[in-house]
């Protein structure tokens, strides 16, 4: 079993910046890969980001793209997601997952193990 801890969420203005942090608690971290994705209210839960088990490939979604940063740190079980020029349409409770599979890494579906999520709020 693999236990997912975000944090780092917070309210923002807009333009401000954030840094979401997810500890894991499988020692085989490197063995997964990880997504952020985020669930705004009366929304379906949407990718934002996934990073594969080295580090070494990402991608976004196209809202992100250039404003949001994921990458991880598998010696300290931790991914991130560094988000940049936050907008009001950012604001969404945040989660990280993480897989065993290879693809389709933009699917929830995809993903095994999820954290409880952190709120992220950006005023206008």
């Known amino acids: 079993q693999v236990q997912l801890l975000e944090s780092g969420g917070g309210l923002v203005q807009a333009g401000g910046s954030l840094r979401l942090s997810c500890a894991a608690s499988?020692?085989?971290?490197?063995?997964?890969?990880m997504g952020w994705f985020r669930q705004a209210p009366g929304k379906e839960r949407e990718f934002v980001a996934h990073i594969s088990r080295s580090g070494g490939s990402t991608d976004y979604a196209d809202s992100v793209k250039g404003r949001f940063t994921i990458s991880r740190e598998n010696t300290k079980n931790t991914v991130y997601l560094q988000m940049n020029s936050l907008q009001p349409e950012d604001t969404a409770v945040y989660y990280c997952?993480?897989?065993?599979?290879?693809?389709?890494?933009?699917?929830?579906?995809?993903?095994?193990?999820w954290g409880q999520g952190t709120q992220v709020t950006v005023s206008s």
């Open positions: 499988e020692r085989t971290f490197s063995n997964y890969a």
């Open positions: 997952a993480a897989t065993s599979a290879w693809w389709p890494l933009r699917s929830t579906s995809s993903y095994g193990y």
